[in-house]
């Protein structure tokens, strides 16, 4: 299997079954543009709040009804999404889900088998996020719950990542509107991602993180 990150937003995901297993992989889709689930009950977690007027956490319909296999092309015609998620408990309509979607040329995410994929047919992998940094997780659908596990420990050791992407980020464009030479200007953003001065600069503030990272630098460009 080969990992691609995709780009939702504006796209319209549609997750057909609301269970547990259906609202966490809905969840998961925060940045689409439109998440539509279809299903005939729905987990709570789906549910907004009684006194919710709006769903905090993103743009998630709920659509009360549960087509069978014959109508499930219908609802995908009709709803127009880049991805269909089959997460019912029914085999049979997951199937025609997964049918109905490679037919049209729109990915799938079938969560009831774990092999024999068709091009087209996606996995969704563990994913540990601190912005703009994203790492995602696979065990080649062989140990979903091993990809959790590890999922758990990833989350300690990328603590602080998005501090530094953006910190060397600016690095990058600074050197390069600055003029400096290519390949100095890889070698003082490779070492300012490795300095364990920088990281510990970055846990007390961007700014001590800054000091730390342009002592970095000047060592590189002084030589
Ligand atoms: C193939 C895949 C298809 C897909 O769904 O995309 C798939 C398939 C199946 N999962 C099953 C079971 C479980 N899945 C989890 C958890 C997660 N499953 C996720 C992804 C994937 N699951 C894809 C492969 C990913 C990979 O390559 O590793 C994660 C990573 C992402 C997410 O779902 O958000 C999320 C962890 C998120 C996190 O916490 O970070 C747990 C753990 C738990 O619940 O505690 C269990 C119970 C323990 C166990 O069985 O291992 C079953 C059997 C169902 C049954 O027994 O009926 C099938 C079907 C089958 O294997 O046939
Ligand atoms: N990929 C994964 O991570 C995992 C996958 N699974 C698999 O996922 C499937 C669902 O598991 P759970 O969410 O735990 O089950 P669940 O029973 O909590 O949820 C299934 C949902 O599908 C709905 N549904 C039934 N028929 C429908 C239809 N025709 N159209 C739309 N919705 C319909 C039900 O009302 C229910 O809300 C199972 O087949 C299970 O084997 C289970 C655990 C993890």
């Excluded at 504006?10 to 279809?38: H, M």
């Excluded at 509107?177 to 510990?200: I, Q």
């Amino acid at each position: 299997m080969t990992p691609l990150y995709h780009d939702l937003a504006g796209e319209t995901v549609v997750v057909f079954g609301g269970g547990a297993v259906g609202s966490r992989k809905a969840r998961g889709f925060d940045e689409a543009g439109r998440i539509v689930v279809v299903s005939p009950e729905f987990a709570e977690r789906l549910r907004p709040l009684e006194d919710e007027t709006t769903d905090p956490d993103g743009p998630i319909e709920l659509v009360r009804a549960a087509p069978d296999a014959d109508a499930v092309a219908e609802w995908i015609d009709r709803l127009n999404p880049a991805l269909a998620v089959a997460a019912t408990d029914d085999a049979a309509v997951n199937a025609a889900v997964e049918a109905a979607a490679l037919d049209r040329g729109i990915l799938v995410n079938r969560t009831d088998v774990s092999g024999g994929r068709d091009p087209g047919s996606v996995v969704v992998p563990a994913t540990v996020e601190d912005d703009p940094v994203t790492v995602a997780l696979s065990t080649g659908g062989t140990s979903p719950a091993l990809a959790k596990a590890l999922r758990e420990r990833i989350e300690a050791e990328i603590a602080g990542a998005g501090e530094m992407a953006a910190l060397s980020g600016e690095i990058r464009e600074e050197l390069k509107a600055a003029g400096v030479a290519p390949e100095k200007r890889r070698e003082a953003v490779r070492r300012v991602v490795r300095s364990r001065g920088v990281w510990k600069g970055l846990q007390k503030g961007r700014s001590n993180g800054r000091q730390e990272a342009d002592t970095v630098i000047e060592e590189v460009l002084d030589r």
